[in-house]
């Protein structure tokens, strides 16, 4: 159902940014997006010096605040949508083949 794409594959992640003037201090991704975004920021900080690496970076700030928060229950309410739909998909085959076992 659309519902459950929805859970599977939230549209609306919402990701926070350090504060810096004229930009936006969030911005909503998909679950993808926003795993992508934070994926390749970790990845940013493993070239940084050890010295760079602090909360004061806008960089470690997001991978810091987001990985978390936003992202981390978004992955959870996607997986427990996707278990959910499986055990639907599940129950429903079990009648089917209950039926077709009454109707044989």
């Known amino acids: 159902s659309k519902d459950s794409l929805e859970k599977i594959n939230p549209e609306n992640v919402n990701l926070k940014y350090k504060e810096t003037q004229g ?11 926003a795993i992508m975004e934070i994926v390749v920021s970790a990845y940013r900080i493993t070239t940084m010096k050890r010295a760079k690496i602090s909360n004061d ?34 129950l429903l085959n079990i009648r089917i083949f209950q039926i077709l076992l009454i109707i044989a």
Request: aromatic fraction near 12%.
């Open 57 to 90: 970076d806008p960089t470690v700030y997001f991978v810091t605040i987001n990985s978390l928060n936003s992202v981390m229950d978004a992955l959870q309410q996607s997986t427990k949508a996707i278990m959910d739909e499986t055990e639907d998909s599940r």
């Open 23 to 33: 930009m936006p201090t969030s911005y909503d991704y998909t679950i993808w997006q």
